[in-house]
């Protein structure tokens, strides 16, 4: 099946070739692992394309051709770690700007600007960015990057990509959104109007919960520039072994994330009519705020509405949170997401352990909040296991 209105090959088929040609020396069809730091050179300044694997490496950039094209950019860059890469992003940014945040964004976002670029001379503010008059108010003269999640973690906010950059239009601003809990199967922000888009690739990506990695993926000149710069300057760079491994995952990105999608939007219809949950969180239900913004942000290369398989659960108190986890048998109690087995969260402790207890609690990240990745696993036997945990 291909894409609609494209003439290209379809998303699953591109997630399968790009940058998996076969290896021209043998034959191939797994290209090789290319575990080298440096590389023969014919002559001064005579090489073929490589010198030293911080700067490139073919693996490498077999993984970031394969990305740029799932993301539809000009150019992905890869780095060791989702952190890694969000840090690139920032040291784009000069001395005296100014950078607009989403309120709700990950913990370890919001632990590395208050105590890594505070010392720095930018400015942060955090605002919601799902109010636009809200947004429009935090824009500043000096404003040169707005950092967005949608959804959010763990909270599961939507935010309109379409409606901000209109908002920002014309203005010297960077929108980049962290696409981590959509993946580029379920959202693709760069056609709806982004500058560049942020993966910890750790997740959804990798999907196996075995490899550390982060990207950044854009068509915006002056970014290139700088981020391919700061990529080889600061050598915060995944390993070709890592490289490889996330080629290979992203081969399955789309049966993965369907699935998953599937399985949470199963699971999360039952929760919410489950009596021990106070609360249930998921874009997917038809009471979730920006349900109709998600249906129509958040769609498969085919046209189709997906809501992504991450579930946030208010249980309550904390005696039932922990009830909770010990009676699960099948969902891990462990950090990250996106991997094909299911994991359970608390985010308070957790994710975002590092932020301020004030502050989570004016999110509404309590500590009986419980978060849900979920995962391949036969949808049946993952409702045994929360109907048991819950019982």
């Known amino acids: 099946m291909k894409d609609p209105h494209k003439n290209q090959p379809g998303f699953a088929t591109r997630a399968v070739h790009s ?3 076969p290896d021209p020396a043998t034959g191939a069809v797994s290209p090789p692992i290319h575990l080298t730091s440096t590389f023969r050179q014919e002559g001064v300044d005579r090489h073929l394309g490589y010198d030293y694997s911080r700067a490139v490496n073919p693996t490498r950039s077999r993984w970031e051709a394969n990305l740029a094209d799932l993301e539809g950019g000009a150019r992905a860059f890869a780095f060791s770690s989702g952190m890694a890469a969000i ?5 784009c940014l000069n001395a005296g700007d100014h950078v607009v945040v989403g309120h709700n964004v990950y913990g370890g976002t919001h632990r590395l600007i208050h105590h890594v670029f505070h010392r720095l001379p930018l400015e942060f503010t955090f605002v919601d960015c799902s109010d636009e008059d809200h947004l429009r108010q935090a824009l500043q003269a000096n404003t040169r990057l707005l950092f967005l999640e949608t959804p959010t973690n763990p909270l599961l906010e939507v935010v309109d990509i379409r409606g901000i950059q209109a908002l920002v239009d014309g203005r010297d601003i960077w929108m980049a959104v962290d696409n ?5 199967y379920g959202q693709r922000p760069l056609e ?7 993966h910890s690739s750790t997740k959804y990506l990798g999907g196996h919960s075995d490899v550390l990695g982060g990207a950044l993926i ?5 970014l290139i520039d700088r981020l391919g710069m700061i990529q080889k300057s600061a050598g915060a760079v995944p390993s070709p072994f890592d490289c490889w491994l996330l ?16 399985n949470a939007h199963q699971l999360a219809r039952w929760c919410a009519e489950h009596p021990a949950i106070e609360k249930t969180i998921y874009p997917g239900l038809e009471h979730h705020p920006q349900h109709e913004l998600a249906s129509r942000q ?7 509405s997906i809501y992504g398989s991450m579930i946030s659960l208010e249980l309550g108190t904390v005696a039932r949170r922990d009830r909770f986890f010990s009676r699960l048998k099948l969902f891990t109690l462990a950090e990250s997401l996106g991997g094909v087995e299911s994991l359970v969260s608390n985010p308070f402790v957790m994710t975002h352990g590092s932020i301020p207890r004030a502050e989570k609690e004016a999110l509404g990240i309590t500590e009986s909040l419980v978060r849900l990745s979920v995962g391949v696993e036969e949808v049946d036997d993952l409702l045994a296991d ?6």
């Open 19 to 21: 940058g998996n040609d």
């Open 87 to 91: 840090t690139a992003l920032f040291q």
């Open 180 to 184: 981590t809990f959509m993946s580029p």
């Open 192 to 198: 709806l109007g982004a500058d560049i888009v942020i």
């Open 218 to 222: 854009t068509s915006h000149p002056e």
């Open 247 to 262: 080629l290979r995952s992203t081969k399955t990105l789309a049966l993965r994330v369907q699935k998953q999608a599937d």
């Open 298 to 304: 958040q769609r498969t290369p085919y046209g189709e």
């Open 386 to 391: 929360l109907d048991q945990a819950l019982a």
